[in-house]
């Protein structure tokens, strides 16, 4: 599974879709109250976001095929109009996705193959983010690997505490298990995408240090949108 970059699955969806010939669907699906004709189009293989906006689209065709006052009908085929053109657009912005990733592909590559949950999740835990990078495509490749470290020690929320109900050990053990979980998965994901932003900014590949200790919020200690950005000199700056 690709985490940060499209999948062959839907690149190939998206080189299906034309987006002159979407629009024309998208203006016969309003005027016929129904999707069908979008039905040969690979929308819900062009990943989430596509495929989320094409779901709002059908729901809004269904509002608008129910409408039976004239009021209801005009509002509700403005509404399937307007979410229409979101479709069109989350299709444009995810071609413009998979060209920048084309280009990028040439200069970097972020693995986000080959990271995989730990066994039993711990509070001490760490992130490797492997790539490789070059300055030009005539130049060979220099690859690297950085180590995020992270301790989870988050500050009590005591109230919350006070309000659960007593629970088992059991199930006091699978809770603490999911919580740690949930932070190595979001530590996994901001690694990953500190990593490729950098590259993707145009910083140089060879000033990625080896390992990096993830800050944390100030006040709830957890981690945060800056937590792995190795490139600040400290939480603060």
């Given at each position: 599974m690709?985490?940060?970059?499209?999948?062959?699955?839907?690149?190939?969806?998206?080189?299906?879709?034309?987006?002159?010939?979407?629009?024309?669907?998208?203006?016969?699906?309003?005027?016929?109250?129904?999707?069908?004709a979008l039905?040969?189009?690979?929308?819900?293989?062009c990943?989430?976001?596509?495929?989320?906006?094409?779901?709002?689209?059908?729901?809004?065709?269904?509002r608008?095929?129910?409408?039976?006052?004239?009021?209801?009908?005009?509002?509700t085929?403005?509404d399937?109009?307007?979410?229409?053109?979101?479709l069109?657009?989350?299709?444009?912005?995810?071609?413009?996705?998979?060209?920048?990733?084309?280009?990028?592909?040439?200069?970097?590559?972020?693995?986000?193959?080959?990271?995989?949950?730990?066994?039993?999740?711990?509070?001490?835990?760490?992130?490797?983010?492997?790539?490789?990078?070059?300055?030009?495509e005539?130049?060979?490749?220099?690859?690297?690997?950085?180590?995020?470290?992270?301790?989870?020690?988050?500050?009590?929320?005591?109230?919350?505490?006070?309000?659960?109900p007593?629970?088992?050990?059991a199930?006091?053990?699978r809770?603490?298990?999911?919580e740690?979980?949930?932070a190595?998965?979001?530590?996994?994901?901001?690694?990953?995408?500190?990593?490729?932003?950098?590259?993707?900014?145009?910083?140089?590949?060879?000033?990625?240090?080896?390992t990096?200790?993830?800050t944390?919020?100030?006040y709830?200690?957890?981690?945060?949108?800056?937590?792995?950005?190795f490139?600040?000199a400290g939480?603060?700056?």
């Amino acid at each position: 599974m690709s985490l940060i970059k499209l999948t062959t699955e839907e690149k190939t969806a998206l080189d299906a879709v034309d987006e002159a010939e979407l629009d024309k669907l998208i203006d016969g699906a309003v005027e016929s109250g129904r999707p069908d004709a979008l039905r040969h189009l690979p929308l819900w293989r062009c990943g989430p976001y596509v495929a989320n906006s094409l779901r709002n689209f059908e729901q809004a065709l269904s509002r608008f095929d129910a409408a039976k006052s004239w009021a209801k009908r005009e509002s509700t085929e403005q509404d399937a109009r307007r979410t229409g053109m979101k479709l069109l657009s989350a299709v444009s912005q995810m071609k413009h996705r998979r060209e920048q990733e084309e280009r990028e592909g040439r200069l970097f590559f972020v693995d986000d193959g080959m990271i995989f949950h730990p066994v039993r999740p711990a509070r001490t835990m760490s992130v490797t983010v492997r790539y490789r990078w070059r300055e030009s495509e005539a130049d060979p490749w220099t690859h690297g690997a950085i180590t995020f470290g992270y301790t989870h020690d988050p500050r009590p929320d005591y109230a919350r505490e006070a309000s659960k109900p007593k629970m088992s050990a059991a199930r006091k053990l699978r809770e603490e298990e999911e919580e740690l979980l949930h932070a190595w998965e979001r530590l996994r994901d901001s690694a990953l995408s500190s990593v490729h932003r950098f590259l993707s900014d145009g910083g140089d590949g060879g000033k990625i240090p080896e390992t990096y200790a993830a800050t944390v919020d100030a006040y709830e200690r957890r981690l945060n949108n800056y937590s792995t950005d190795f490139w600040r000199a400290g939480p603060d700056a």
